[in-house]
């Protein structure tokens, strides 16, 4: 099993395996998301499912960047692009993904001069260099990523850089969850929390889902072992009737997360009233946009945009996996029309989409391990 | 997009206190240590690192962890740090 061959404490997980099923009540189904996309990664690559019993099912939830943004604004992205000596600079994840006419790449082949960056800082550079251009940094990305654009903005504006600017689409994952939580599709159990995204928020955004939802909540690290020593976390609590925010990963999340990260973003950005996300639809409170403090930076200000709302292909059903209501796998396209190399809809773009994730390591055939068997008296 | 890197604290930018240079794999870039500001990091301690930002102070023992969970992971790990190698930042 891959697992054994390639995790070195294999041991462990077959004893959390154990302590896990020994926590599930007879006759009780547990449905546990998953909430980042990162995990939804760790768990298909190492085939984590095969150690939890058929009584508990992890749900892929919506933490992919890439896959929340709707198609509309892609086609907003590519006709800021189409403009007049700009330049876009943009993430690698996000030039795959398709809008209506095609993705980034096929526009740059019409045409556009969208670059690949690593680091929003890099488009600062691309600024300097190029005065008489325009840059805009398409910014996109949950609280993980926002303090890095927040952080450029006031970087440029320290500078008097004035040929930079941000096209804003940057989501927060609260209100998804909520949105989630709120959704008569679906009825889980607990959240496996976000890693990195708590580094910067914390765990105390998570409180309400524990105090007003009932349900636990337990912030995870990306190793095979962190996942499912938050299942057994989850459980545990389950078992007690607790429902509480718990840090799994407090070796890397502070329980009020980076303040610093915080002050920066707050002072660039606001919420937007609402703002579309792929699958989910309109969230209020969900997104932000740039403050009007640093308007001259807002390319949603400094350029005319679209805003066309564009309903993905009839055929995809990323908006289903992403709530978590289908598996990759039951959706109508998945592995034929729909693969990594030629993408119908963004969770098989990205490689913490679901889809990508289950397509490059996913098995029909579950082979779960003897500690997950729940047996019965 | 929410991959965190860890990477060496090599040295700190002379004049500019926002940057370090780290070590990610032995590609040796700068990156910005200013959502830091409260606890900067020193050369020798060890940073997550997500788009050119070090996002927390892990030790060591947490950096070998990921790192060896991102090597495990292929492409994805390969594509960040070829696009780190392609970084500006200064």
Redesign the interface.
């Known amino acids: 099993m891959r697992f054994v061959d390639?995790f070195?404490d294999a041991g462990k997980a077959h004893a959390l395996a154990a302590k896990i099923a020994a926590l599930c009540e007879p006759g009780r189904q547990y449905k546990l998301m998953e909430v980042?996309?990162?995990h939804t990664?760790?768990i298909y690559?190492h085939g984590l499912e095969d150690y939890l019993p058929e009584s508990v099912t992890l749900v892929h939830g919506p933490?992919?960047?890439?896959c929340v943004i709707p198609m509309g604004r892609v086609d907003d992205a590519i006709h800021l692009a189409s403009q007049p000596d700009v330049i876009m600079t943009s993430?690698?994840?996000m030039m795959r993904v398709p809008g209506s006419g095609g993705s980034f790449f096929d526009a740059n082949a019409e045409g556009t001069n969208i670059r690949?960056?690593?680091?929003?800082?890099?488009s600062l550079?691309?600024a300097r260099q190029n005065p008489d251009k325009r840059v805009v940094f398409m910014a996109?990305?949950?609280e993980?990523?926002a303090?890095?654009t927040a952080?450029t903005m006031l970087?440029a504006a320290r500078e008097g850089l004035t040929n930079f600017s941000v096209f804003c689409n940057h989501v927060t994952i609260v209100p998804a969850i909520k949105a989630i939580l709120d959704s008569p599709d679906l009825r889980l159990d607990g959240f496996i929390g976000?890693?990195?995204?708590s580094?910067?928020i914390g765990c105390r955004p998570y409180e309400f889902i524990a105090s007003q939802y009932g349900k636990p909540v337990v912030t995870a690290g990306?190793?095979p072992l962190d996942i499912l020593q938050s299942i057994y976390m989850l459980m545990v609590q389950l078992s007690q009737g607790r429902s509480e925010v718990e840090n799994q990963y407090s070796?890397?999340?502070?329980w009020d997360g980076?303040?610093?990260?915080l002050k920066?973003i707050n002072e660039t950005m606001e919420l937007r009233p609402y703002f579309e996300w792929r699958g989910l639809g309109f969230i209020s409170h969900s997104a932000l946009k740039v403050r009007e403090k640093y308007a001259a930076m807002d390319a949603e200000l400094l350029f005319q945009v679209p805003g066309v709302r564009v309903a993905d292909p009839k055929a995809c059903q990323c908006g289903e996996v992403l709530k978590g209501v289908l598996k990759p796998w039951e959706c109508k396209v998945f592995g034929t029309a729909c693969t990594p190399e030629t993408p119908i809809g963004t969770c098989m773009v990205?490689?913490?989409g679901a889809c990508a994730a289950y397509y490059n390591f996913g098995r029909m055939n579950r082979n779960r391990v003897p500690e997950a068997q729940v047996t019965r008296a | 997009?929410?991959?965190?890197i860890p990477g060496e604290v090599i040295e700190l930018h002379p004049e500019q206190p926002?940057l370090a240079k780290v070590d990610v794999s032995g590609v040796r870039r700068m990156?910005?240590i200013?959502?830091?500001?409260?606890d900067p990091p020193v050369p020798g301690e060890w940073v997550?690192i997500?788009?050119?930002?070090a996002?927390?102070k892990?030790?060591e023992r947490?950096a070998a962890?990921?790192m060896?969970?991102l090597e495990?992971?292929g492409?994805?790990y390969e594509?960040e740090i070829a696009?780190?190698r392609?970084?500006?930042?200064?």
């Open positions: 390639e070195r980042c996309g990162g990664h760790t690559k933490g992919c960047p890439v993430f690698g994840d690949m960056v690593y680091s929003p800082l890099d550079k691309i996109i990305g949950f993980t990523t303090p890095s952080m970087r976000p890693g990195h995204v580094t910067v990306f190793e070796r890397v999340v502070p980076n303040q610093a990260a920066a990205s490689p913490e | 997009m929410c991959l965190g926002d990156i910005n200013g959502l830091l500001v409260d997550l997500h788009v050119g930002f996002l927390s892990i030790d947490e962890a990921a060896e969970f495990g992971i492409q994805a594509d696009a780190l392609a970084s500006l930042i200064e």
